[in-house]
């Protein structure tokens, strides 16, 4: 596809199917790729001799990276080429990824899992803000990120059971060899299939080397401090604790006083910028209660096998494929400030529905796996948006920078809260839950806790956001 026609702005997606289907499957392997492998660790553990620190590593070594990473490559992307930085991003994840085969010993996996972090670090920004360059109609872009959310989400839904089924024939270096193939298709299709960066779009303000690096030495505290809680306790993260707090004053009087800082402070004022960042924060603490407990619950209180769990799950992946084709009208209907507010609210209600009836019957489960994953839905495609359109052109990477790292430290934060509340309450391995009805009971009184103090916190951030947002 020339740049000639996609600078005419296409008028429907099929148009530019080739760009879609590059973004969306970038997407998905941002989504898919640490859930997929969480299903392997055993194996891992046994082929390679790891041990419990080793295996934390390997997962979180990942996530840290990514997370931590996102907002510095989100600004060196405005300023040096969002879909260069793409390019560059998709062809080092598929080294990074093909490294797995020269891997030997846990050490030698943790850096390669690192090495992969920071690709796809500098992939993520520019999912959503190459799609913002392809068009510029609402609603057209409305349902392109639709799309390119609903690939995702629904990978990380199934991620697990995949990583499974592939196990079962074939060995667990596969799952991050696949990333292979798909890098080299999202290469091929991007560079087809979107223009070159122009270079009178970039942001032309130098960028905030310090600034930079102390944003990201304090978000991956956070995310690590967030680990630290649910493996080790709360007394084993003070000292990251304070790590995070220095690093985040250091971070906070270097931008006031600089001349050019990373992301301007006023722009995250803007109510619907800041709104929908709420509004993606509630949805990462809701992903996060819904992700760690029900597939516990179904397995180690109710006895449910590993498929029956991910069929127990099925309502979830149902519901994000169905709602996709009707968020772009929904948002008509409403606009978009109402039905954001909306779309977090069900995330809400999803919640509430489980704290309280999930332990008595799946029904009430089903139910709110379907309400959760409706609000997601909703939410990641119109607080996605909005969050775009109320920055800049010259700070697309960094707005959708902002937004996955706003869902990844609330997801992370999320988790901390429940598996703290859960290991406070539970004495030894959670694998006796099922062991004595008392056990289990005990356990499903500390998921109502923690699954009810994220619905207490999800729905602050829901009030504050829809408040907030009309003074839009």
Not at 325 to 330: G, L
Request: neutral net charge; contains cysteine.
């Amino acid at each position: 596809m020339s740049a000639a026609v996609l600078d005419a702005r296409p008028t429907s997606l099929r148009a530019v199917w080739p760009a879609i289907l590059g973004l969306s499957v970038v997407f998905l392997v941002e989504m898919l790729d640490n859930s997929i492998l969480s299903v392997a660790l055993p194996t891992i553990a046994r082929e390679l001799r790891a041990g419990a620190t080793d295996l934390q590593w390997i997962t979180s070594g990942y996530s840290l990276l990514f997370g931590g990473l996102m907002i510095a490559f989100g600004a060196i992307a405005d300023r040096f080429g969002t879909r260069r930085m793409m390019l560059i991003g998709l062809s080092l994840f598929a080294l990074a990824s093909l490294a797995v085969l020269l891997v030997s010993t846990p050490t030698e996996l943790v850096a390669v899992r690192a090495a992969i972090g920071v690709t796809a670090a500098m992939t993520a920004p520019g999912t959503m803000a190459l799609c913002f360059r392809l068009f510029d109609q609402e609603n057209l872009l409305m349902r392109a990120t639709s799309l390119i959310a609903t690939v995702g989400l629904v990978g990380m839904a199934i991620g697990p059971t995949v990583g499974g089924l592939i196990l079962q024939v074939l060995p667990w270096q596969t799952l991050l060899v696949m990333n292979v193939p798909i890098a080299v298709l999202a290469f091929v299709c991007i560079s087809r299939g979107i223009p070159r960066d122009d270079p009178a779009k970039r942001n032309t303000t130098p960028l905030d080397l310090p600034g930079a690096l102390l944003g990201t030495a304090t978000l991956i505290l956070v995310l690590w401090t967030a680990t630290q809680v649910v493996e080790e306790g709360w007394r084993a993260a003070i000292p990251s604790m304070i790590g995070t707090v220095l690093s985040a004053a250091a971070f906070v009087v270097h931008e006031r006083r600089t001349a050019h800082p990373i992301f301007d402070v006023e722009l995250i004022k803007r109510p619907a910028v800041s709104a929908s960042l709420a509004y993606e924060a509630a949805m990462g603490l809701g992903m996060a209660a819904i992700a760690y407990s029900v597939s516990l619950q179904l397995q180690l209180v109710w006895g449910w096998s590993p498929a029956q769990a991910a069929l127990g799950n099925l309502p979830q992946v149902v519901v994000l494929i169905a709602v996709g084709p009707f968020v772009e009208k929904f948002a008509d209907r409403l606009g978009t400030r109402r039905a954001g507010a909306i779309g977090a609210s069900a995330v809400v209600a999803g919640l509430l529905i489980y704290g309280l009836l999930g332990r008595y019957d799946y029904v009430f489960i089903a139910v709110a796996l379907a309400l959760t994953a409706a609000g997601m839905r909703v939410v990641a495609t119109i607080a996605g948006v909005t969050v775009m359109r109320g920055l800049p052109e010259d700070l697309t990477s960094t707005g959708a920078a902002l937004s996955d790292t706003s869902q990844e430290v609330a997801g992370s934060i999320g988790m901390a809260v429940t598996g703290t509340i859960v290991a406070a309450a539970v004495a030894g391995s959670l694998t006796t839950i099922g062991s004595s009805a008392a056990a289990a009971h005990t356990f499903e009184n500390a998921v109502t806790t923690a699954t009810l103090t994220l619905t207490a916190i999800c729905a602050g951030l829901v009030i504050w956001a829809a408040k907030y947002s009309v003074r839009n």
